[in-house]
């Protein structure tokens, strides 16, 4: 079954492609751009969160996964941080409004227990 294409992803993936060709480009060789570059678009392909350490990205483990140990740089992390923080909001913005488009799940009637309901008028005594 083939896998049904989102335009708000195709969009947003070229947008994270484009991020990395202006921002990461100049600062990696060419293979650590290219698998950095093909890591950040995986991630908004399979739309997954990049790996969090603290709340924070965790550059280790994206060096890691990108076989780039060496090239981590802090001014490297510094320029790739806001692609990073694009993703992630991007998935968030992604989930609410998925749960928004949801179908509401069907709930059973509701059902109010009926009081023992009279036909016959109730009669205060009057007090003498």
Known sequence: MPVKKNSASDVFQRKISD???MRLKPLLQPRSF??????????VVFQSRPPLRAGRVDFQEIATLCGMDEEMSPELKR???P??????RWL?????????????????PLRVPAKAVSTQPQRRALAS
């Open 92 to 108: 968030g913005a992604t989930k609410t409004n998925t749960s928004r488009t949801m179908p509401a799940v069907s709930k059973a």
């Open 79 to 81: 320029v790739a941080q």
């Open 19 to 21: 991020f990395c060709d």
């Open 34 to 43: 290219e698998n950095i570059k093909g890591f950040m678009i995986g991630l």
């Open 83 to 88: 692609g990073f923080d694009a993703i992630l």
